[in-house]
């Protein structure tokens, strides 16, 4: 008697996606409410805080990290050195992901680097708590990310085999769960700390980003059954285990190579957003909303977040109708869109700004549009380029390829710092019409080296 095989249970799905998505979007949700809420009181910890009236001095390695900086800048008030300090934790942050990456392609898998990268963030969290432990925080927070980080991002597109078209919808998926974390954290961790009053206690918001960390953490355990093998783990499986990168691998990382430095200067603009865009909303701004409402300081800062939700709908129904009528563009020149929407988002700034240059404080409402702007900006290229360095890299350096991608993050926040230590050095409008400047010329430069990088990486994706 023939009898026919067991039906096979369908797939758990997450909106469609395999249900592993669901439990990365919920960690990295929390990741990131872990790391936006420290954020978002980072500058003004310290310039409001920790570097005023006799603090500095009770801060462990105060004095030599303000002459190392003093050394190559020389003389620094406290706004410069917050901003450079802001500038480079955020980039070191995202320069230890090449560290995480490389570790876990060889040694310990995406798995476990997770885990550990969550476990040192939320411990780097309870430290700065601690005002003397400032820098020992922030250095154990740097480590956190780089494990962290890269390897989350891999562990989506392992979730799908080569050829799935759902891992473009998957990556903005995965970035609205980073954008939700980012939404709530201020406004979590601001009134935690009770910045919008005459006695904050910073050290509440640290504690309520490290505990975000811990739910974490938690959802990354509970599901971990769902979550997609190592790639390393797969890879010492196949035939091409020890198999040399072949010469279109070697042009694709090239390329991607060159998408990530031109990337830096995106960063660099889109990341004013920690420094001067914070000390223009506490110092510069009417925070009357209104109908006799107000915002608080901190809540600028959820703006970009909220206009994720609102406009990534909007944004992939263009995609779509472009993709139906084969005119959707490239990876690399959504790219170049979004700088060219960062530079006008700066441009409507200098309006404000030459307010502000005349004394006055004009409404938080063109700090809205701006951020209403620069999100469709960012929109066009930070989820892009995620799926794009998953799509595009070989399976051997998956994770140290995406790290590569968080290089053009580490390089931009730099730029940031450097870039933020000009707010009150110039008028506010040419601080503004400076940063639109390099979004324009970045815009320009990938437009053009659009035509040299795509075929390559057309071609890589297409063999993956």
């Avoid at 995609?319 to 060219?340: F, N, T």
Wanted: charged residues 10%; aromatic residues 12%.
């Amino acid at each position: 008697m023939i009898t026919n095989p067991p039906a096979r249970s369908p797939e758990a799905t997450f909106l469609g996606h395999p249900v592993g998505l669901s439990v990365l979007f919920g960690t990295e949700l929390w990741e990131r409410f872990c790391y936006y809420g420290m954020r978002a009181l980072l500058t003004l910890y310290m310039v409001k805080f920790l570097f005023v009236d006799g603090r500095p001095e009770h801060v462990l390695g105060y004095a030599a990290v303000k002459s190392a900086f003093e050394y190559f800048s020389g003389p620094l008030d406290r706004e410069q050195l917050a901003s450079l300090l802001y500038g480079s934790y955020t980039a070191i942050a995202y320069l230890a992901c090449l560290l995480g990456g490389f570790v876990a392609d060889n040694f310990l898998g995406q798995r476990r680097a997770v885990l550990l990268g969550g476990v040192t963030m939320a411990v780097g969290e309870f430290l700065l708590a601690q005002p003397a432990l400032f820098f020992v925080g922030l250095l154990v927070l740097v480590f956190g990310n780089g494990f962290f980080k890269p390897n989350i991002s891999t562990q989506v597109g392992g979730l799908y085999k080569p050829g799935d078209t759902r891992i473009d919808s998957a990556y903005s998926i995965f970035y609205v769960g980073i954008n939700l974390g980012a939404l709530i954290a201020p406004l979590v961790t601001g009134r935690a700390a009770g910045i919008d009053g005459n006695d904050p206690h910073y050290s509440w918001g640290f504690v309520a980003a490290g505990i975000g960390m811990l739910f974490a953490l938690a959802i990354n355990l509970a599901g971990r059954h769902t979550l997609p093998p190592d790639v390393r783990g797969r890879r010492l499986q196949s035939a091409e285990a020890h198999a040399p990168l072949t010469a279109l691998d070697k042009r694709a990382v090239v390329a991607l190579c060159v998408v990530a430095l031109l990337n830096v200067f995106f960063w660099g603009c889109y990341e004013q957003q920690g420094i001067p865009i914070a000390l223009m909303a506490a110092d510069n701004s009417n925070l009357s909303a209104p109908f006799g409402t107000h915002i608080g300081i901190a809540d600028v800062q959820s703006f970009n977040p909220f206009f994720i939700f609102a406009l990534t709908p909007i944004i992939i129904a263009i995609w779509r109708w472009q993709a139906k009528r084969g005119a959707e563009p490239s990876p690399v020149l959504k790219m170049a869109v979004g700088c060219a929407f960062t530079t006008a988002a700066f441009a409507l700034l200098i309006i404000p700004g030459f307010a502000i240059d005349a004394g006055g404080k004009p409404t938080w409402l063109w700090l809205l549009g701006a951020m209403a702007v620069l999100t469709v900006g960012e929109l066009y290229l930070s989820p892009v380029g995620l799926s794009l360095f998953s799509k595009a890299a070989p399976a051997k350096l998956a994770s140290l390829m995406m790290a590569v991608n968080f290089l053009s993050n580490a390089g931009g926040n730099y730029l940031a710092g450097y870039l933020g230590t000009f707010w009150d050095k110039m008028p506010k409008s040419h601080f503004f019409m400076m940063i639109a400047a390099i979004a324009g010329a970045t815009a320009v430069a990938i437009f053009l080296l659009s035509f040299v990088l795509r075929p390559v990486l057309k071609a890589r994706m297409e063999q993956a």
